[in-house]
């Protein structure tokens, strides 16, 4: 091939790739903006008298009916089997995993304290990407990891107990089992997304997922009751089922499949931080100096990360 072959041949796909990482980080931001309000949200549901597990369970369910409909209406074709094998691991990390370990956590931790412990989400989902895609991190990237989770431990530790002393709390343990669980859901929804798209990705596990969640719903209910809860927790449900679990998902996995799942990941660096200002407005959380460190030392771990990927 000449050379000028080679220049015509190569200079549309350099255009398309810039334009499809702006795409993804574009997308990325309008999903991380959606995010950061999770854990306030899932926070006034619980504390407001919403049982954490119809949180977890009925938001899922929520976000399935409206993934149903929007199938539907697209007339999506049906997923074959190996696809389905893939949805499984999707629903098990973001629609099963994460929802229910933070809904448990954050009955006894703040908002703001859950928002820096799953910081290290970004460095989490860079490192499963990389092994799922047969990568070979360099060793700055596994020390700048290693650094970051241990700013979130040495942060639960000191501040974490349920009880006001220092500890690792069983909340803790909960977010942080979240992280992992939710880091493989990002990533294996993220590679997914290039064949099926952002939003049929997401739709897709939330149906697969959805007639457990219909009847642990209900399971819930039957056993507690309708709950007597405050306007500001029915709110909450709310935005963690329309948004959190559904449309906030069309926009990150487009925006993994466009831009990269490590990429695109670094954008959730600034979830913590919003996700600290949004506990202090809307909940009148108290923002400790601890906090604001350990969340500024998290982000720079990850950006480490990021950075040697």
């Known amino acids: 091939m000449s050379s000028n072959d080679t220049a015509i041949a190569s200079a549309p796909i350099t255009v398309d790739a ?3 990482r702006s795409a993804g980080v574009l997308l990325g931001a309008v999903a991380v903006a959606a ?12 504390s407001g008298g919403i049982d954490p597990r119809l949180v977890a369970f009925g ?7 409206l993934a149903t409909g929007y199938l539907l209406a697209v007339r999506a074709p049906w997923p074959d089997r190996g696809t389905w094998r893939r949805l499984a691991v999707v629903a098990l990390g973001v629609v099963f995993g994460f929802p229910l370990l ?7 931790e703040g908002a703001a304290h859950g928002g820096v412990v799953i910081a290290v989400l970004p460095a989490a989902t860079a490192v499963v990407a990389v092994l799922r895609a047969k990568e070979r991190p360099s060793v700055v990237f596994w020390l700048a990891s290693a650094a970051g989770t241990g700013c979130v431990l040495a942060f639960a530790v000191l501040t974490g107990s349920v009880t006001g002393g220092a500890g690792l709390s069983a909340a803790d343990l909960m977010l942080l089992g979240g992280v992992v669980l939710c880091a493989v859901g990002y990533a294996e929804g993220g590679v997914l997304a290039r064949t099926l798209g952002g939003a049929r990705t997401i739709c897709w596990a939330l149906v697969l997922s959805l007639p457990v969640n219909l009847v642990l719903s209900a399971a819930v209910l039957g056993a507690s009751g309708w709950p ?14 329309v948004i959190s679990m559904y449309l906030g998902f069309f926009a990150w996995y487009a925006g993994l499949a466009r831009g ?24 009148d959380e108290a923002i400790t100096a601890t906090t604001v460190i350990a969340a500024l030392a998290v982000l720079l771990c990850v950006a480490a990360t990021q950075r040697a990927r």
């Not at 995010?35 to 619980?46: D, E, I, Q, W, Y």
């Open 102 to 108: 933070t809904s448990l956590a954050l009955q006894t």
């Open 228 to 241: 007597a809860a405050t306007p500001g927790a029915w709110l909450g449900l709310g935005y963690v089922s």
């Open 35 to 46: 995010f950061s309000l999770s854990l306030p949200a899932t926070r006034a549901a619980v």
């Open 260 to 283: 990269g799942v490590a990429r695109i990941g670094q954008i959730q660096l600034a979830q913590p931080v919003l996700t600290l200002a949004a506990a202090a407005v809307l909940l």
């Open 18 to 20: 810039v334009q499809r």
């Open 59 to 65: 938001r899922a369910a929520i976000a399935g009916v």
